[in-house]
């Protein structure tokens, strides 16, 4: 697994052996592709981090700082070597908790993101109740953009609490769903991802 593009490019990152399904370089290729310019100074949110890779790859690309939210000890462990391996700890902060607790201690000291990553395990319905918690946190900017990764035979709103499914690209048994605000086509002050 590799950093694909910008200041990290080609550089490896170390893996967690058969626990995880992490991000492919085709789908995080995709993904950044439909971000493009919203990613380069965006503050960012990583939840269900594992190894790190959407987060480590937004920060290649030029995101301002990155919070990464995983409490697997073993992915914990390969989040925290690749962070240093790359020289990259005084742009991140990892929160070793449970993600409704990490969301609630962002909510505390009322942190902001321009962009967040979910990525749950496939099946188990955290891709739809994470969306439905980070709509009501505070803790997106107006200009928000979540995207959130599930398997294909996970279906996920086409709206919650003011945020609108604006694409959705398949590859393979994977689905990557781009959120945004609601008000942001009334306003016309952000087109549509993708």
Do not use: C
């Not at 058969?18 to 965006?42: D, H, K, N, Q, Y």
């Not at 939840?47 to 992915?75: C, I, K, N, Q």
Request: proline share 5%; hydrophobic share 45%.
């Amino acid at each position: 697994m590799r950093i694909i593009a910008g200041s990290f490019k080609g550089r490896r990152l170390a893996a967690v052996r058969g626990r995880l399904r992490p991000t492919s370089e085709r789908v995080r290729e995709a993904v950044f592709s439909i971000l493009g310019l919203a990613v380069p100074g965006a503050r960012v949110l990583d939840l269900f981090a594992g190894t790190g890779a959407l987060g480590l790859e937004a920060l290649s690309r030029g995101a301002a700082a990155v919070v990464f939210v995983e409490d697997h000890p073993a992915s914990l462990k390969v989040l925290r070597r690749n962070i240093e391996a790359l020289g990259l700890a005084d742009r991140t902060e990892v929160l070793p908790l449970p993600v409704k607790g990490a969301l609630k201690r962002l909510i505390a000291r009322q942190a902001v993101f321009d962009i967040v990553f979910l990525d749950p395990p496939y099946g188990s319905g955290l891709a739809a109740d994470t969306l439905k918690a980070l709509a009501g946190a505070g803790i997106l900017t107006p200009a928000a953009r979540v995207v959130a990764e599930h398997s294909r035979r996970e279906v996920l709103p086409g709206a919650v609490g003011g945020l609108e499914r604006r694409d959705s690209r398949r590859y393979g048994d994977t689905q990557v769903a781009f959120y945004e605000y609601e008000w942001q086509n009334h306003f016309g002050t952000r087109e549509s991802v993708g």
